[in-house]
C-alpha cells in the first residue's frame, strides 16, 4: 500500500526556518518526481517546488525562488523541502505528492497537481509576522 506522510511543520515567526520532510513507503523514488504544493486558506493551491527522480532537475515556483531548497534522499525514500527566510504569507498546509515517472525522461519534474498520483494528508506550517 502506499502511503506519503508529511512532517516537520508548525509556527515559526517571519525570517525564520523550517524543515519539511515527506517519507513515501510502497513506492522508490527512483521512479516517482516528488513534489511540494501549499494550498492557503481561501486560495487555490499551487506548486512550490518538484524534483525529477534522479534528483538532477528542481523547479521553484518564483515566490520561492532564493528561499526554499528541495532535496530527496532516494535511498530513504525521504523528500525535503528547506524553507528559510520564511514570510507570513507562506502561510499554508503543505502537501507532499508523487508521481509516477518510470516512462519519462529523468527530468520529468511538472508543478502541475493533476500530474500527482499519490499525496500525503498535508502539514501546516504557520508564519507569524
Known amino acids: 500500500q502506499m502511503q506519503v506522510v508529511e512532517s516537520g511543520g508548525g509556527l515559526v515567526q517571519a525570517g525564520g526556518f523550517l524543515r519539511l520532510s515527506c517519507t513515501a513507503s510502497?513506492?522508490?523514488?527512483?521512479?516517482?518526481?516528488m513534489v511540494w504544493f501549499r494550498q492557503a486558506p481561501g486560495k487555490a493551491r499551487e506548486g512550490v517546488s518538484c524534483?525529477?527522480?534522479?534528483?538532477?532537475?528542481?523547479l521553484y515556483d518564483e515566490l520561492v525562488l532564493g528561499r526554499f531548497t528541495i532535496s530527496s534522499d532516494n535511498a530513504k525514500n525521504t523528500l525535503y523541502l528547506q524553507m528559510n527566510s520564511l514570510k507570513p504569507e507562506d502561510t499554508a498546509m503543505y502537501y507532499c505528492?508523487?508521481?509516477?515517472?518510470?516512462?519519462?525522461?529523468?527530468?520529468?519534474?511538472?508543478?502541475?497537481?493533476?500530474?500527482?498520483?499519490?499525496w500525503g494528508q498535508g502539514i501546516l506550517v504557520t508564519v507569524s509576522s
Open positions: 510502497g513506492l522508490t523514488f527512483d521512479d516517482y518526481a
Open positions: 524534483i525529477s527522480r534522479s534528483g538532477g532537475t528542481t
Open positions: 505528492a508523487a508521481a509516477l515517472a518510470q516512462y519519462y525522461s529523468h527530468h520529468y519534474c511538472p508543478l502541475a497537481d493533476d500530474q500527482y498520483d499519490y
